[in-house]
């Protein structure tokens, strides 16, 4: 199983909801990571969880929070987003944190109104 | 910082052409990787490029690395339909390990 999925494909929530991103891989990566893209750019690194414990956040904003429940799954907990926040977002994994290949989810597509 | 660019950002040739895509980075990298992805899908990984004058081929696609000259290249033979698809590449720096720069990507349009 080489694969990476995500949960929901499509999001829509507003300012006030509360929502979470799942991720999840059964490939035995010990390092997941959350990107952010916008439309026609490349994606951007969020954090990085490497043997279960956050190892990078790049300065997200607290309405971001996420959580490494084992080591299989990652979630991404979204507490009143802005409508800049409307991206794509992927969930990547890699057999660990030093410079292995990192293998991408499918992405949840979301929109905040 | 980290900093990595690609070009050109768009390319529209006709198929059974050849075009090469061009991977600057601005300070020393462990390993440059590649991804394709297509409109409204997520990252297919290519190519890891481990170390000077690393050389991958897969199909149509061959990807080299030059450390000293900090460039990659991906290098498109006889193009066909299918390759149509945005085209990353990605390195890490040392010392920051797991933490990927993409590059500004390459929107590759193949032509009938």
């Known amino acids: 199983d080489t694969e990476v999925t995500q949960t929901p494909k499509h999001l829509v929530m507003g300012m006030t909801n509360k929502k979470s991103l799942k991720c999840e891989q059964h490939?035995?990566?010990?390092?997941m990571y959350w990107y952010k893209q916008k439309a026609k750019k490349p994606p951007e690194l969020m954090f990085v969880?490497?043997?279960?414990?956050?190892?990078i956040n790049e300065s997200v904003p607290s309405r971001f929070s996420p959580e490494c429940p084992n080591s299989s799954l990652l979630n991404l907990h979204l507490h009143a987003l802005q409508p800049e926040d409307s991206a794509l977002y992927l969930c990547?994994?890699?057999?660990?944190?030093?410079?292995?290949?990192?293998?991408f989810g499918p992405g949840t597509r979301l929109l905040v109104l | 910082e980290l900093k990595v660019e690609q070009n050109p950002l768009f390319l529209s040739m006709q198929e059974g052409k050849n075009y090469t895509i061009y991977c600057n980075y601005s300070t020393t990298s462990d390993r440059l990787y590649w991804y394709r992805q297509d409109p409204g899908k997520s990252l297919e990984s290519l190519f890891v490029l481990l170390s000077n004058g690393a050389v991958k081929q897969e199909g149509r696609l061959m990807a080299s690395l030059d450390t000293k000259a900090r460039l990659s290249t991906l290098h498109i033979t006889a193009a066909v339909h299918d390759l149509s698809a945005t085209y990353f590449c990605?390195?890490?720096?040392?010392?920051?390990?797991?933490?990927?720069?993409f590059g500004t990507g390459t929107r590759l349009q193949v032509t009938l």
């Open positions: 990547a994994s890699s057999q660990d944190a030093d410079q292995e290949t990192q293998y």
């Open positions: 990605a390195a890490m720096r040392t010392g920051t390990a797991s933490k990927l720069t």
């Open positions: 490939m035995g990566h010990r390092a």
């Open positions: 969880y490497s043997y279960e414990k956050l190892s």
